[in-house]
């Protein structure tokens, strides 16, 4: 059975950008593979360093990973920090990543930018301890969303790296994958890029947010004046909103504020007030469970040492191959 391996950061509440481009998929490969599941607080740390950020931020993912049907009895659910197997992997993958290529990762570029005065060692190596997640279990799939790619690409090129270096097959290959084939990238309500934590409130739909915060945003979405000739191409910002009506709504629905669009006719208030309703659907199952697994500590603090004792199995099979290969033999 093939190995699948994702993880979701400790930054915070998650939003739909979550849930399509990685939840959903987990959902689906529970049942098919050996999946492993996890909250990565470590990653966390190089933009969220303090313990206020850490002590909710973790109990909050694991809340919402089994709010939204991830089953620990079918998937292993852990947080990254209880394996102390993956830092070691990091360190022996460390050895063999170059600066050059670090530094000409999009995801560190764009960290650069966003935060000039926080260019910390770890951001630099971000893809390196991603990649020690992954290859610790062999993975060969990682459902995540588009903007993960590259970072796929660098776990796959250390992997091969080792290979090569030891000469043996040792690490898989792992990929990126989305059950609709191509990886997915949920807008945000900003009318810009992605939907993100980051990105600045209101451009985030969050799975625990109550319908009557999913209007607001929603209705404060940006847009334009309007269609000025029929079968026109959208501006981005309406776009977007025709993205999340696509992954949101149903295939009539879309179908109707296309054609409303392409001859004039739509009314971007209806369109809204749709697409919040159908956002307040999608979520409601998700959204009804969250408060009362919150409450149940016990059964998290289960949850989480069932898990990482089962990850921790696998993992540690792992990092004595690797030692043995490194020749880690003493005497
Ligand atoms: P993080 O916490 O940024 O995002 C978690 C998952 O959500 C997906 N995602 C999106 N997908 C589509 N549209 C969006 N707007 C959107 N925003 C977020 C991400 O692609 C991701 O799948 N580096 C990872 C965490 C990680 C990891 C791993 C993942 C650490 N180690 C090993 C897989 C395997 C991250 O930044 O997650």
């Known amino acids: 059975m093939e190995t699948v391996v994702s993880g979701i950061r400790s ?52 809340v919402e990973y089994l709010a939204a049907g991830i089953d620990p009895e079918r998937s292993t659910i852990y947080v990254q920090s209880d394996l102390p197997q993956i830092p070691e992997l990091y360190l022996f993958l460390n050895m063999n990543a170059y600066m050059g290529e670090l530094e000409r990762s ?22 390196v301890l991603m990649a020690a997640d992954i290859l610790i279990h062999k993975a060969t799939k990682v459902p995540v969303g588009k903007d993960q790619e590259q970072h796929l690409e660098m776990a796959r090129t250390f992997g091969n790296r080792f290979n090569r270096l030891y000469n043996n097959e040792y690490f898989p290959e792992p990929y990126a994958f989305n059950f609709t084939e ?39 979405a940006v847009t334009d004046s309007g269609p000025t000739e029929p079968n026109m191409a959208k501006p981005d910002e309406i776009q977007n909103l025709f993205d999340l009506l696509k992954v949101v709504s149903n295939d009539e629905t879309y179908k109707y504020f296309d ?35 919150a409450a149940n500590t016990s059964y998290l603090k289960e949850v989480s040492a069932y898990g990482a004792e089962k990850a921790r199995a696998s993992a540690a099979k792992t990092i004595n191959e690797v030692r043995e290969i490194i020749g880690f033999k003493k005497f």
Request: hydrophobic share 30%; glycine share 8%.
């Open 11 to 62: 930054t915070g509440k998650l939003h739909l950008g979550n849930y399509y481009g990685a939840i959903k998929n987990f959902l689906k490969m529970q049942d098919e593979y050996n999946c492993f599941f996890f909250i990565a607080d470590y990653h966390s740390l190089t933009t969220h360093p303090t313990p206020e950020n850490l002590h909710g931020s973790v109990k909050q993912v694991l």
């Open 106 to 127: 999009t995801s560190f570029k764009d960290k650069v930018r966003a935060n000039p005065d926080n260019v910390n060692a770890g951001l630099l190596t971000y893809p």
């Open 259 to 293: 054609e409303s669009y392409n001859n004039c006719q739509i009314r971007y208030g209806d369109l809204k007030k749709q697409l919040a309703e159908d956002m307040t659907i999608a979520t409601e199952p998700v959204r009804n469970r969250i408060e009362e697994i």
């Open 182 to 220: 191509k990886l997915v990238k949920i807008p945000g309500l900003d009318g810009k890029g992605k939907m993100g934590k980051s990105e600045g409130e209101g451009n985030a739909v969050y799975l625990s947010d109550s319908p009557e915060v999913i209007r607001k945003k929603v209705m404060r």
